[in-house]
């Protein structure tokens, strides 16, 4: 009798000191977390801000490509891409068809290194490729941990913090245009230069393009290049039958690529 | 009788402290590992926008800037073929050039391989309005600015 008295003694106790113990750092806790959502309050208004009247538009030329591979190299200068390993943000294809209704596809190192081949009348070109920011994005919706999202702008975006690296979005994107990157071991894709358009500056690839075959800009502003472009001109998106409602425009097409 | 209800009660009050304590506890780690700014604007961490959005430039925005300094080298270019062509095409990333200009140096040689990288006679380059030629054919290993400008790509040097 004793013992068991004894025993609900300290049961009792040592509840009491467990309850307290877990009940004051939760409120503290929870004290913390109110005082950190009011101040980000301000930060969710700005970037409601930022996003208003903006929806993020590109266009490819591949009639004006020329294949030079400047986008390629500034590209992996600007995103801090490894160089030295086969991962590309962007990267140009090329296209040619050898005579016997075949088309031959290449991108050696990215579109970076084309061998000469042999000369052919036969038609052949380039074609830019990169993340088409889907409207509808597969990749965003398969992500277990929400490592990466669409912003209110138009962009698909990766958390690195958050992003486990399990590839599933690498998997998901019709179009290739995820990897993971060597040094991070985290997925990475094409951005188009978020940190440079918030800033009012064109992703990296347009602004070194030599010839102009990449335009990029608002598609909510009339006035913009690239809504002038879908206007007027003859376009085209990738897959369409994916139903990812992509954001670059392509100008100049061939069927084989679609 | 009494006796029994005491035990029962006892262990319903028991049975309801454990439930509490877990669920403070669930509740306790929610708050730590869910990131503050988790579900602000989606499924995701909101603060994420912002880091992305902070990341380093490396080239600087047209050749706006660049004129600033080397105004003579732009007008030089005059309409020549590649005045409408980005200094940073060629150059390379200028944004830190442009901040410390002696610290980061833009400077480039002649390589052939830069000029080939347009120049150079490739299939899926035909046709295009570009002027190519294969380069040992055309230089036999000559650096290109031995006699082009680049600046004044058609001009020659004399």
Redesign the interface.
């Known amino acids: 009798m004793k013992n068991e008295l004894t025993r609900r003694q300290f049961l009792g106790t040592a ?1 009491k000191a ?2 307290a113990g ?2 004051i ?2 409120a503290g ?2 004290i913390f ?1 109110q005082t ?2 009011a101040g ?1 309050v301000t ?2 208004a700005s ?2 801000k930022v996003w208003k009247g903006k929806e993020w538009g590109f266009v490819v030329n591949t009639e ?1 490509c ?5 986008c390629v190299l ?1 590209c992996k ?3 801090h891409v490894p160089e030295d390993h086969e991962v590309y943000r962007t990267w140009v294809e ?3 068809e050898n005579g016997k209704g075949e088309v031959n596809i290449d991108s050696p190192n990215g579109g ?1 290194d ?7 009348d036969a038609k ?3 074609v830019p490729k990169l993340c088409n920011q889907c409207h509808n994005p597969p990749c965003v919706q398969v992500c277990p941990v ?4 669409k ?2 702008d138009g962009v698909v ?6 992003c486990v690296g399990c590839r599933y979005c690498i998997q998901a994107c019709p179009y290739g245009a995820r990897f993971l990157h060597p040094k991070t071991k985290v997925a990475d894709k094409c ?1 188009w230069c ?3 358009i ?5 992703p ?1 690839c347009v ?6 075959a990449r335009k990029f800009g608002n598609l909510k502003d009339q006035e913009s290049e690239v809504t002038k472009i879908i206007e007027h001109e003859r376009v085209l998106t990738l897959k369409r039958e994916q139903g990812t409602k992509p954001m670059v425009f392509y100008i100049g097409l061939d069927e084989v690529v679609v | 009788m009494a006796g029994k209800r005491t035990i029962l009660n006892q262990a319903f009050f028991r049975v309801g402290l454990l439930l509490i304590i877990v669920l403070i506890i669930f509740f306790s780690a929610m708050q730590l590992f869910i990131p503050q700014s988790f579900g602000q604007y989606g499924g995701y961490r909101g603060d994420s926008i912002r880091e992305n959005a902070n990341f380093e430039i490396s080239f600087a925005e047209g050749t706006g800037a660049c004129a600033k300094c080397h105004n003579n080298t732009i007008s030089e270019l005059g309409s020549a073929q590649h005045a409408n062509i980005d200094c940073q095409t060629c150059h390379g990333p200028g944004e830190k050039h442009k901040n410390s200009p002696k610290s980061f140096s833009l400077k480039i040689s002649g390589d052939k391989n830069l000029c080939a990288s347009c120049h150079s006679t490739i299939a899926g380059r035909q046709g295009k309005e570009i002027a190519t030629v294969n380069p040992v054919m055309h230089s036999g290993g000559v650096i290109c600015t031995k006699c082009h400008d680049p600046h004044q790509p058609l001009g020659g040097r004399n």
Request: aromatic share 10%; with cysteine.
């Open positions: 509840c467990l309850t877990i009940l750092p939760a806790l929870s977390s950190s959502t980000t930060q969710q970037w409601e004006k020329i294949g030079c591979g400047r500034a200068k600007e995103n090329r296209y040619v970076l084309f061998p000469p081949l042999g000369e052919t052949q070109f380039f929400g490592a990466t999202y912003t209110g975006l990766v958390d690195q913090k958050r951005t978020y940190h440079r918030q800033k009012g500056m064109r990296a602004t070194v393009c030599p010839v102009g």
